[in-house]
């Protein structure tokens, strides 16, 4: 079995350019290169898709995130932790020890003065 080969992208750039160029056709490209007429394709497709990147700035990322909007996320997590506990509290204030905690992650019973924990089926008192 033949070992694959690993091409340097400065290679491939250099056969993408002249598959470009179309001086040459893919089966001449062949002949001169050795890789195949479909890869030289891609790579072609490849280079032409990606060109615009070679004209952006180098120390911009494509979607910068500003201060402002870290800050902001950050202020809405923390607003959104208070409202998690005031509300675990104000569950464990009204359904008792340990239930509330259970219910916040799915772990809990039939509620206490219910018939299988079934909405409108109160257990009447004796």
Do not use: C
Not at 65 to 79: C, E, F, P, Q, Y
């Amino acid at each position: 079995m033949k070992k694959r080969k690993n091409h340097s992208p400065e290679f491939k750039a250099k056969v993408a350019l002249e598959a470009i160029r179309g001086e040459m056709t893919l089966a001449a490209l062949y002949k001169k290169y050795g890789v195949h007429p479909t890869q030289i394709g891609t790579w072609k497709r490849t280079a032409i898709e990606n060109m615009a990147t070679a004209f952006t700035r180098r120390g911009a990322a494509r979607e910068q995130v500003s201060a402002a909007d870290v800050h902001k996320l950050h202020s809405k997590i923390g607003w959104l932790v208070v409202e998690r506990d005031l509300l675990a509290e104000a569950s464990h204030q009204l359904l008792g020890m340990g239930l509330s905690r259970d219910l916040a992650f799915g772990k809990a019973g039939p509620v206490k003065g219910t018939k299988n924990g079934e909405p409108g089926s109160q257990v009447k008192p004796s």
